[in-house]
Nanobody
Framework: QLQLVESGGGLVHPGGSLRLSCAAS????????IGWFRQAPGKEREGVSC????????NYADSVKGRFTISRDNAKNTVYLQMSSLKPEDTAVYYC???????????????WGQGTQVTVSS
């Protein structure tokens, strides 16, 4: 069973940067798609980014494209989300997640971390 734990959230000023980490245990993550999602209070959960098992294919929500970068280090069993030029609108709980092995995309994720809070405020 795959378990995921996010870390790296915190308080940052607009324009600042933060790197989130998603560490896997229970199984190696080198065969899993890994996605980042976020949910702000009163808003629907939205997909932020997704990466293929090798990291060679990535996608991003339009709202973060050019500012966020997803990467993975399978040897460390960790996926990262580098966030730059942060805006107050980025404030949310950020989750990493994975779908079951098989023909499923990040939108079918069933393994979820506990979330890490990112607050962008002056």
């Amino acid at each position: 069973q795959l378990q995921l734990v996010e870390s790296g959230g915190g308080l940052v000023h607009p324009g600042g940067s933060l790197r989130l980490s998603c560490a896997a245990s229970g199984s190696t993550m080198d065969k899993y798609l890994i996605g980042w999602f976020r949910q702000a209070p009163g808003k629907e959960r939205e997909g932020v980014s997704c990466t293929s098992s090798s990291g060679d294919i990535t996608n991003y929500a339009d709202s973060v494209k050019g500012r966020f970068t997803i990467s993975r280090d399978n040897a460390k069993n960790t996926v990262y989300l580098q966030m730059s030029s942060l805006k107050p609108e980025d404030t949310a709980v950020y989750y990493c997640a994975a779908p079951p092995l098989g023909p499923f995309g990040c939108d079918k994720s069933s393994y979820w971390g506990q979330g890490t809070q990112v607050t962008v405020s002056s």
